[in-house]
């Protein structure tokens, strides 16, 4: 039971890596050609924020809390926050400064939730597909 929490575990954080780059990348290409160059910015710097700050927080969890590299919950909240905090002063001067619109940016920054939501939509679909099937 326990291996098979791992796999699918696995397989979540897999396809929500995997969507939030295609996500991405297709909101990227679609602001480009469909929006002005502030909404387009927006949704580019939005994106990039979102997912960066999910590929690091997905690596400081692995390494703190694979043995034998175990940290402290302090040291991973203190990162947490630390990148927090610098994603806000980014997107603090990204609008103050009028170098996006703010539009763009929630797009851009939604990039992740959509792929959490993609993710969790596919896995109850299986397991509802696979329990009618057995």
Not at 103 to 122: C, E, K, P, W
């Amino acid at each position: 039971m326990h291996s098979e929490k791992t796999e699918i575990q696995k397989r979540i954080l897999g396809f929500v890596n995997m969507a939030n780059w295609v996500l991405f990348a297709g909101l990227v290409i679609g602001g480009v050609f469909l929006a002005g160059q502030q909404m387009f910015l927006g949704i580019l710097f939005g994106g990039l924020i979102v997912t960066v700050n999910f590929h690091l927080l997905a690596r400081t969890l692995k390494h703190s809390l694979t043995p034998p590299y175990l940290k402290s919950h302090n040291s991973i909240l203190a990162k947490y926050y630390v990148r927090f905090t610098i994603s806000g002063i980014i997107i603090f001067v990204l609008i103050s400064e009028h170098i996006v619109h703010p539009l763009g940016l929630f797009i851009g920054l939604s990039v992740v939730v959509a792929s959490i939501m993609l993710a969790t939509v596919r896995e109850i679909t299986k397991l509802f597909c696979c329990k009618e099937a057995v």
